[in-house]
């Protein structure tokens, strides 16, 4: 080797693994299940996008190579469809956990009102005392 050079290693991935690994859910193994599932799910939109592009470069009438597409530019009109397009799947996908998540906002918003009613009710009657 000249120079010092480093022949055929590749550069390793960091990746959080062992029991330093952050965890998010109560059950760890919901929490691995959920990060493949997320993983799937980037997978599933980067194809769309590419999908997206070979039907754009066919409209144009170009043959979708790989270097066409990989040179293919995305318009503002274009990137904007399609973080609606992906917004549109992550709101279907998650949508039980989103509505679940808005019913516990409500119901805390409605508990911090009957708090809040409740003190007054503690409070007014003190105040017009005075």
């Known amino acids: ?3 010092g050079e480093k022949v ?3 550069p390793r991935r960091r990746v959080a693994k ?3 690994r952050p965890q998010y859910l109560v059950n760890g193994e919901l929490d691995k299940f959920m990060m493949m599932f997320n993983s799937a799910l980037m997978e599933i939109s980067v ?5 997206d592009t070979h039907e754009r470069l066919a409209e144009m009438h170009k043959l979708a190579t790989p270097s066409e597409v990989n040179a293919y530019q995305v318009s503002l009109a274009v990137q904007t469809a399609r ?3 992906r917004d549109a799947l992550l709101n279907r996908v998650y949508r039980i956990m989103l509505e679940e998540l808005e019913q516990a906002r409500e119901a ?3 508990r911090v009102l009957e708090e809040v009613l409740v003190e007054d009710d503690r409070v007014l ?3 017009l005392k005075l």
């Not at 194809?47 to 999908?51: A, D, S």
Request: glycine residues 14%; aromatic residues 0%; hydrophobic residues 40%.
């Open 47 to 51: 194809l769309r996008e590419r999908i």
């Open 1 to 3: 080797m000249a120079g």
């Open 18 to 20: 062992g029991p330093r």
């Open 108 to 110: 805390i918003n409605t």
């Open 125 to 127: 009657p003190e105040a």
């Open 8 to 10: 055929g290693i590749a």
């Open 83 to 85: 973080e609606a397009e």
